[in-house]
């Protein structure tokens, strides 16, 4: 699944106007697939903080919280970046081609982890 939207995103930016390099259109394809790894994540683990009743969400200081989702993305960006690198985006390539994806435009696909981020804060405010 991850890799089928890792494939729409790298062809919805190369079918804009705008050229980019190949390079910069696999860079943002995996800043998108971190952005949707990343939302999951958050919702599961305010799930786990909901399920087990800890107190972790309830800090005085929310920059602790806010520490952890960014060095969980900066980690999730590098894995990304090396999994979807070389002999796996060729793989990627040829399933797509045999399964004939098509291109998403791009706003398109960033609605996905904005929604699941807009759901994760609503569960966020049940929470309190």
């Known amino acids: 699944m991850f890799e089928q939207l890792f494939y729409k ?4 930016y190369k079918s804009q106007s ?5 390079q910069k259109v ?3 394809a995996t800043l998108y697939i971190t952005a949707v790894h990343l939302s999951i994540l958050f919702v599961l683990c305010i799930i786990l903080v909901k399920a ?4 972790f969400l309830r800090f005085y200081e ?3 919280p806010i520490f952890y989702l960014a060095l969980t993305g900066i980690v999730l960006y590098i894995f990304n970046a090396l999994y979807y690198n070389g002999k796996r985006l060729l793989q990627i390539k040829n399933r797509a081609i045999q399964g004939k994806v098509e291109a998403t435009e791009a706003w398109k696909l ?3 982890p904005i929604v699941i ?3 994760g804060l609503i569960l966020l405010q049940t929470t309190r």
């Open 62 to 64: 929310i920059y602790t």
């Open 52 to 55: 087990t009743g800890s107190s």
């Open 110 to 112: 960033w609605i996905v």
């Open 117 to 119: 981020f807009g759901l």
């Open 26 to 28: 696999i860079s943002l």
């Open 9 to 12: 995103a790298i062809l919805s």
């Open 18 to 22: 705008k050229k980019r390099k190949h």
